[in-house]
C-alpha cells in the first residue's frame, strides 16, 4: 500500500487565488511527521511547511498552511493567494517515528498558475 | 554557512562507464542521506551514512552502486557500469543527528545523471 499518496498530477489556479493540494497518507506509527516540499523548474528541493501528528493546531507558514485531518490521514497544503512564482512540482513527506531519518515521498502535484 | 553541496549538477555517461556523485554536507553536520528521483516521481531512499560508516542502505539497488563518507571529504555515492534506468535526479541531505528534525532535511541542489 502507498504510504503518501498524492491523486492530483497536475493543477490549475489563477493568479491570486487560494488553491489545495491534496495529500493522504498511511501509517500505524501514533508518531509521525508530515512535510511538503516544492520543486521548481531549477530542480532544488525547498522544504514549505511540517506538521505533527501530536499538534494540535494546523501549521501555517505565510502563504502556506496545512490543513491536517488526523482522522481521515490527510495533510493537504492551501496556497493562498497563488503567485506565477508558486508553479512547481509539490511534494508531501512523512516520517514516521519519532526519531526516524527517512522521509517517504509522493509522486507529486504539479502546479501551474495561469497570470 | 553554506548549505549541502552537491557536484557535478550535471553528469552524462555513456551506458557502461561509472558515475560519481560528491556530496558534502552543512558544516557540523555528521549525517548524510542520498535519495533519487526518477523523472515523474517523488525522491526514494537510498542510504544513510554516518562518518565511515554506512547505517542504512535499504534503499540502494543490491549491484553497481555504492557509497561511501571517508573521515575526510565529501560522500560519493558511485555508480558502476551505468545503464538508462539510472537517469535520475541524486538528492543528498545532511543532519547534525540522526533524524530529521521539524524542517526535515536541507537538500542539496542534486546531481541529474543522463545516461547515453
Known amino acids: 500500500a502507498q504510504k503518501i499518496t498524492q491523486t492530483q498530477p497536475g493543477m490549475f489556479v489563477q493568479e491570486k487565488e487560494a488553491v489545495t493540494l491534496d495529500c493522504t497518507y498511511d501509517t500505524s506509527d501514533p508518531s509521525y511527521g508530515l512535510f511538503w516540499y516544492k520543486q521548481p523548474s531549477s530542480g532544488e528541493m525547498i522544504f514549505l511547511i511540517y506538521?505533527?501528528?501530536?499538534?494540535?493546531q494546523n501549521a501555517t507558514e505565510g502563504r502556506y498552511s496545512l490543513n491536517f485531518q488526523k482522522a481521515r490521514k490527510s495533510a493537504n497544503l492551501v496556497i493562498s493567494a497563488s503567485q506565477l512564482g508558486d508553479s512547481a512540482m509539490y511534494f508531501c513527506a512523512m516520517r514516521e517515528g519519532d526519531s526516524s531519518y527517512k522521509l517517504i515521498f509522493g509522486s507529486g502535484t504539479r502546479l501551474l498558475v495561469r497570470p | 554557512n553554506a548549505g549541502v553541496m552537491q557536484n557535478p549538477r550535471h553528469l552524462v555517461r555513456r551506458r557502461g562507464q561509472e558515475a560519481r556523485l560528491r556530496c558534502s554536507p552543512m558544516k557540523g553536520h555528521s549525517h548524510v542521506y542520498w535519495y533519487r528521483q526518477l523523472p515523474e516521481e517523488g525522491l526514494k531512499f537510498m542510504v544513510y551514512?554516518?562518518?565511515?560508516?554506512?547505517?542504512?542502505e535499504s534503499g540502494m539497488p543490491k549491484e553497481r552502486f555504492s557509497a561511501e563518507f571517508p573521515k575526510e571529504g565529501p560522500s560519493i555515492l558511485r555508480i558502476q557500469q551505468v545503464v538508462r534506468g539510472d537517469s535520475a535526479a541524486y538528492f543528498c541531505a545532511s543532519t547534525q543527528w540522526d533524524s530529521t528534525t521539524n524542517y526535515g532535511y536541507t537538500f542539496g541542489s542534486g546531481t541529474r545523471l543522463t545516461v547515453v
Open positions: 551514512l554516518q562518518k565511515e560508516n554506512i547505517i542504512d
Open positions: 506538521q505533527g501528528s501530536y499538534d494540535q
